[in-house]
T-cell receptor
C-alpha cells in the first residue's frame, strides 16, 4: 500500500501552543498536500508543497518536505480551539488515467481552551 | 473557490436496497471525480476514479458491480451502492479535480453518511 503514516495518531495541546504533525510516505511524489477534516465533515485543503520545495508557509501553517526521507511535517503555530480537527497528508500517485491522492492515516488534534 | 456538493448528506436504508449518492461541482467543470470511503476514526480510502464519459477505474478490492459509478456530465458523478448491507455503512466522500485549471488540488464534497439497517 502506498498509504502514508502519520504521527502522532492523536495530539492534545493547550490553546496557544504549537502543534506539529508528521507524515511519511513510500513512493516518489510530485507534490504533497495537507487537508483538514472536522468531525463528520468533508475535507478542506490547507496547503500544497511540490517535490522541489522544502518549506512553505500559509498564515499560521508551516509545512516542510524532505524528499530524501520521504517525510513532511505540518506545524500549526499559536493554536486555537477552532483548530481541533483531524489532519491528513496526501501524496499524489499516477493512476491508470489520471493522478490520484493517497491519504495518510491522519492525526486527530485536540486544542483545549 | 471551487465548491463541491453531495446529496444526500445522510441516508438510512434497509438491507438489500440500493442507494444513490450524487456529487456535483457547482462552479467549475470537473473532468475527473473521485469517490472515497471513510470508516470512523480512519483515513480516506480511494474507491474509484471517475472520468466524464468513460468507465470508472476501481481500486483493488472494490467491487465494481456493487459500487456503480456514473459520470454523465462534467459537473455530476453518481455512486450507487447496490444491495446495501450493514457492512456498507460508512462515510462516502467525493472530490473533483481542477487539474485542467492548472492546479493539482482536489476539492471535496461534505460527505454522505450511509447507515444500512
Amino acid at each position: 500500500s502506498q498509504q502514508g503514516e502519520e504521527d502522532p495518531q492523536a495530539l492534545s495541546i493547550q490553546e496557544g501552543e504549537n502543534a506539529t504533525m508528521n507524515c511519511s510516505y513510500k513512493t516518489s511524489i510530485n507534490n504533497l498536500q495537507w487537508y483538514r477534516q472536522n468531525s463528520g465533515r468533508g475535507l478542506v485543503h490547507l496547503i500544497l508543497i511540490r517535490s522541489n520545495e522544502r518549506e512553505k508557509h500559509s498564515g499560521r501553517l508551516r509545512v516542510t518536505l524532505d524528499t530524501s526521507k520521504k517525510s513532511s511535517s505540518l506545524l500549526i503555530t499559536a493554536s486555537r480551539a477552532a483548530d481541533t480537527a483531524s489532519y491528513f497528508c496526501a501524496t499524489d500517485a499516477l493512476g491508470d488515467s489520471s493522478y490520484k491522492l493517497i491519504f495518510g492515516s491522519g492525526t486527530r488534534l485536540l486544542v483545549r481552551p | 473557490g471551487a465548491v463541491v456538493s453531495q446529496h444526500p448528506s445522510w441516508v438510512i436504508c434497509k438491507s438489500g436496497t440500493s442507494v444513490k449518492i450524487e456529487c456535483r461541482s457547482l462552479d467549475f467543470q470537473a473532468t475527473t471525480m473521485f469517490w472515497y470511503r471513510q470508516f470512523p476514526k480512519q483515513s480516506l480510502m480511494l474507491m474509484a476514479t471517475s472520468n466524464e464519459g468513460s468507465k470508472a477505474t476501481y481500486e483493488q478490492g472494490v467491487e465494481k458491480d456493487k459500487f456503480l459509478i456514473n459520470h454523465a456530465s462534467l459537473t455530476l458523478s453518481t455512486l450507487t451502492v447496490t444491495s446495501a448491507h450493514p457492512e456498507d455503512s460508512s462515510f462516502y466522500i467525493c472530490s473533483a479535480d481542477t487539474f485542467g485549471g492548472g492546479e493539482d488540488t482536489q476539492y471535496f464534497g461534505p460527505g454522505t453518511r450511509l447507515t444500512v439497517l
